[in-house]
């Protein structure tokens, strides 16, 4: 008997890009973030999002199925680094897999400070796999309208 399936050229689409990006995220990262090796590889990429308020920079992170102490954040040379592990499942040998999509493995996200962050203030939080970093913006001179007298 045929099946009808309807065709979806967004969810073709999204797989596609889904692909590219397991595909790219395998390569090394960006040149020498800081930590002074050049190329830095890593088995997946965490996302982050980051938003700015009127006194910090905050970074959340989404880091399920990994523990406290299986991450690990710096500030270095003007650079905000979030890296760690996520341990790969101990595979049943009577169980077959029909897709495994998540990733598993080393991570390094790196981000270069605003000129207007304080790096020697940050802190971090990490509650049911979100990692939040909040990074605080240095006080400012605020500037003021000086009227010039011209002679």
Do not use: C
């Not at 595909?23 to 700015?52: A, C, K, Q, Y």
């Not at 981000?111 to 006080?139: I, M, R």
């Amino acid at each position: 008997m045929n099946t009808v399936t309807t065709w979806n050229p967004f969810r073709e689409l999204d797989e596609a890009q889904s692909r590219i990006t397991r595909f790219l995220g395998g390569f090394p990262t960006r040149m020498g973030e800081g930590n002074g090796h050049g190329l830095t590889g890593t088995d997946w990429s965490p996302l982050v999002d980051i938003t700015e308020g009127d006194h910090e920079y905050l970074f959340i992170a989404d880091l399920p199925e990994i523990r406290k102490d299986e991450v690990k954040v710096t500030v270095e040379n003007d650079i905000l680094s979030i890296f760690g592990e996520r341990k790969t499942e101990k595979k049943e040998k009577k169980r077959k897999f029909h897709r495994v999509e998540r990733s598993y493995g080393t991570f390094r996200r790196s981000f270069t400070l605003p000129q207007n962050a304080d790096g020697s203030k940050v802190t971090a939080e990490f509650h049911d796999g979100v990692l939040k970093v909040h990074l605080p913006k240095t006080p400012t001179a605020k500037s003021r309208a000086i009227e010039v007298k011209v002679q």
